[in-house]
């Protein structure tokens, strides 16, 4: 391989998926607007005239991107990092206010989305952090400072309010468990949502049951003792019997939910005596996960009902199935399932698409742009949409994978796990698996702050790569 040769040691399959998913991404807005009023492709004064002009300037930047030596972007990552968290500031001053959110800095004519430009940023910069020289990934501090630089901008961008461009930033957990931290913390993580989706569909008491069964469980496991759990099991109950006997002979009427809690409460000192004086550390670290986990599923219904905005909440239920409304927040998620259905094997044809010609489908030119692909392409159009970034995201791997300098690497995982998070998340909430969170399918959806977004994550890895074998560290 030639060193110095940002051409010759160029990655141009990864060029070429992305110079493809590009250009099939135009043609599909261009669709989703076609009308007899928009029927020039470079029609500037309309939307696919519009994302022509993101292309080319796409291009361009992805161009000095690769111009630039690919030292300046580790020694100025922190630089990158700070800009993006300024204009996030920014954006909650000045900022124009679009669907309820002060998301756009109006540069001219230009409209910026601070919240996309900060995902290249956080990527360099947890990268830049993470490759530090004598750096201990398995010290708190590491911890800590990993979670600032990933929820800074998150939180920023939740006052806008955007909750979906928010929650993508929590997908950087990926990259700090690829560099080595504990796996119990993807763990946790994992149960933490599951957490809050079934203590949005089923009550308390009963999640209550789940955590108490699997914490007994658990010790049980830990401590190779099935005695122990049967006895640990028959004092949450002797507990739960002389409250529940306390309650029906004083008429106190409190309900199974504060009867659970009390019997809980008594049971965890008991528990906590005994783990002291027999000195059973992992025994007291279940209790304490277990004790934690109550107290997250009574603050599910604050976070739910305080922090998310009423037609996220709605959307959530829906995904969830514990309301109908298929003309209010339902309305596009049913409607996305009927233009992707309606297309069947092979699609109704390029401009053919009756759901979004007649606009029953709404932002579907952004958001739901993967409708307009399986109603014209059908199933067989976008089961090759799909397999393009499932090859994109494997070569990316492969990329990051094969990096000498550790920078580059982590910033490598970084990439992927943006991408996926985008495209497995936004094809997943056209069909109904996700609620709709309002994120671009990366390369499609019309818009020119996520395209150059991704563009700049893609092509600043493209220029790692070029340069792997100049450097080890």
């Given at each position: 391989m030639k060193r110095g040769s940002v051409i010759a040691n160029m990655d141009w399959i990864t060029v070429l998926l992305y110079l493809i998913m590009i250009v099939l991404g135009w043609l599909n807005i261009y669709s989703a607007v076609y009308s007899d009023s928009t029927s020039e492709l470079l029609d500037l004064s309309h939307r696919q005239g519009k994302q022509f002009l993101w292309m080319i300037s796409s291009i361009i930047i992805a161009t000095i991107i690769l111009i630039i030596d690919h030292k300046f972007y580790d020694f100025f990552a922190y630089a990158f990092y700070g800009m993006a968290i300024l204009l996030l500031l920014i954006v909650l001053l000045v900022g124009k206010e679009i669907n309820g959110a002060k998301s756009w800095i109006i540069l001219g004519g230009l409209q910026i989305q601070p919240s996309e430009l900060a995902k290249p940023a956080v990527a360099i910069a947890l990268a830049r952090y993470l490759s530090g020289f004598n750096l201990k990934?398995?010290?708190?501090?590491?911890?800590?400072?990993?979670?600032?630089?990933?929820?800074?901008?998150?939180?920023?961008?939740?006052?806008?309010p955007d909750t979906g461009s928010a929650i993508v930033f929590f997908v950087f957990i990926l990259v700090v468990f690829r560099e080595?931290?504990?796996?119990?913390?993807?763990?946790?993580?994992?149960?933490?949502?599951?957490?809050f989706l079934l203590s949005l569909i089923f009550e308390k008491v009963i999640i209550l049951g789940i955590i108490t069964i699997l914490s007994i469980f658990s010790a049980g496991i830990v401590l190779r003792s099935f005695k122990k759990m049967m006895l640990s099991a028959l004092i949450i109950a002797g507990n739960l019997f002389v409250f529940w006997g306390i309650d029906s002979q004083a008429g106190l009427e409190s309900g199974n939910l504060r009867i659970g809690i009390l019997s809980l409460g008594f049971s965890s000192i008991i528990f906590l005596i005994v783990i002291l004086k027999s000195r059973l550390r992992s025994a007291g670290i279940i209790l304490g996960f277990g004790i934690m986990?109550?107290?997250?599923?009574?603050?599910?219904?604050f976070a739910f009902?305080?922090?998310?905005?009423?037609?996220?909440?709605?959307?959530?239920?829906?995904?969830?199935?514990?309301e109908s409304d298929p003309h209010g927040a339902g309305y596009n998620l049913a409607q996305s399932k009927i233009a992707i259905g309606s297309?069947?094997?092979?699609?109704?044809?390029?401009l053919n698409g009756t759901q979004t010609k007649l606009n029953f489908v709404p932002e579907q030119s952004t958001d739901f742009i993967f409708c307009t692909v399986g109603e014209e392409w059908g199933f067989i159009?976008?089961?090759?949409?799909?397999?393009?970034?499932?090859?994109?995201?494997?070569?990316?791997?492969?990329?990051?994978?094969?990096?000498?300098?550790?920078?580059?690497r982590i910033y490598g995982y970084?990439?992927?796990?943006?991408?996926?998070?985008?495209?497995?998340?936004?094809?997943?909430?056209?069909?109904?698996?996700f609620p709709v969170i309002g994120i671009p399918l990366p390369f499609f959806s019309y818009g020119g702050s996520s395209l150059w977004a991704f563009t700049i994550l893609l092509f600043i890895l493209l220029r790692l790569d070029a340069s792997r074998m100049e450097h080890i560290n």
């Open positions: 990934i398995n010290k708190f501090k590491t911890y800590f400072i990993s979670a600032i630089i990933i929820l800074s901008p998150s939180l920023l961008i939740i006052l806008q080595g931290f504990p796996i119990s913390f993807l763990l946790i993580s994992i149960s933490l949502i599951v957490l986990a109550i107290f997250y599923v009574f603050t599910v219904d009902n305080n922090i998310l905005d009423s037609y996220q909440q709605r959307r959530i239920n829906i995904m969830l199935d514990l297309g069947g094997l092979s699609g109704k044809g390029y159009g976008s089961s090759i949409v799909i397999l393009l970034f499932v090859f994109l995201l494997l070569r990316l791997v492969k990329l990051a994978e094969r990096q000498r300098s550790k920078f580059a970084g990439v992927v796990s943006i991408l996926f998070f985008h495209f497995f998340v936004n094809i997943g909430m056209t069909i109904g698996m």
